[in-house]
Structures are given as structure tokens and as C-alpha cells.
């Protein structure tokens, strides 16, 4: 050739960004979740129960605690639901903790389905006098004790020493169920 380099195209000016676009680098927040007032209502009630066990405030508690916060929301779950519940929240490494992001849609949905409902007073009411043969309206805490431990799904030394906390008459030293059955019933005003 003639030694000229070619001379490059000219480039068309780039495109100008529409009013209030974000530069390509930042993401924009996800758009606000609009719910309906009865599930605001449930997620101020789920934030509240996670939130006394987020001791640091880090959005996450240990995933121990989950059965003592479902519970605390009125519902009634066998160790079985709640490791259904944990795989639920799980993150995909297990880390031992439960983030609220990943609790409260689960939370939500068992609220809204009102699974794992306490019985009836009347229904526990009923189970405590086929364990009470002489139909006193109480019982002793050992023969309880026993009865709790040893049928059905057993009960944890910690979960009989905090029911027994509430349900046993210190006077009497007896377990007065025909009084303590409506602090078993959790069940909601309907």
C-alpha cells in the first residue's frame, strides 16, 4: 500500500440513558412486596416472635430456637414438623442459623393454613381424663411425668420441667388440668 493507515468508521455517539435510569453498574432494590392487611398483620407477628430471639439483631437465630418461636405463634408442631419446617428455612449450607427472609414466607404460609393448631380445651380436657382414672380433675406430676415420657411422642426432661413450671399448683403439688387446660389451648379467637 500507500503506507495510510485506514481511518477508522466514526462511532455514533452512544445513546443517551432515560431520565432517572440508574448507571449500568448499580441494580435497582427489588420493588416493594405489596400485601394485604391481614398478612402485615401475620409478618408483624412473625417479625416480633423472631426478633426476641435475635439477640444481635442480625436477621437470624439459631435454628434451635425455631420450634420455641413457632410455638410462641400458636402453633403446634411434633419435632417431625419442625425439621420439616427447618429444611424449609435452610439455607443451601446448613449454618445452624435461620435467616428471617427464609423464615417468614414459611411462616407465613403455615399461618395462613392454620397447620399444626393446638386441640380444643375441650379435646384436651377429655385426654386428661382418660389419664385420670379417678376423674378427680387433677393428677400427680411423677404419674404424668411418666405418661409423658414414655407414650405417644415423649417429652424432654427441659419440655416437662417447663410445662410443670406453669401446670403444677405449688400448694397441692398437684397438676390441676381442669384449670391449666385453656393455657394448652392456643388457639386463636376464630
Known amino acids: 500500500g500507500n503506507g495510510k493507515m485506514a481511518e477508522a468508521a466514526p462511532q455514533p455517539a452512544p445513546a443517551a440513558a432515560p431520565l432517572g435510569a440508574l448507571p449500568e ?21 412473625i417479625s416480633h416472635a423472631f ?24 402453633c403446634c408442631p411434633s419435632e417431625a414438623d419442625l425439621r420439616e419446617i427447618l429444611l424449609e428455612c435452610d439455607e443451601e449450607e446448613s449454618t445452624g442459623f435461620v435467616k428471617y427472609h427464609r423464615f417468614e414466607p414459611v411462616m407465613t404460609r403455615i399461618l395462613k393454613q392454620k397447620r399444626f393448631r393446638s ?10 381424663q382418660v389419664l385420670d382414672q379417678e376423674r378427680a380433675g387433677h393428677m ?17 426432661e427441659e419440655e416437662i420441667e417447663e410445662m410443670f413450671a406453669a401446670a403444677v399448683d405449688p400448694d397441692r403439688n398437684l397438676v390441676m388440668y381442669d384449670e391449666h387446660v385453656s393455657l394448652l389451648s392456643l388457639r386463636e379467637q376464630d
Open 119 to 128: 386441640a380444643s380445651e375441650e379435646t384436651l380436657l377429655r385426654a386428661f
Open 25 to 45: 453498574t448499580q441494580v435497582a432494590p427489588p420493588a416493594p412486596v405489596v400485601v394485604d392487611a391481614e398478612t402485615a398483620r401475620l409478618h408483624l407477628r
Open 140 to 156: 400427680k406430676p411423677d404419674a404424668l411425668k411418666q405418661l409423658l415420657m414414655s407414650e405417644g411422642e415423649p417429652f424432654t
Open 51 to 74: 426478633k426476641i430471639f435475635d439477640q444481635d439483631n442480625s436477621n437470624q437465630v439459631d435454628a434451635r430456637e425455631i420450634g420455641t418461636i413457632v410455638r410462641s405463634l400458636g
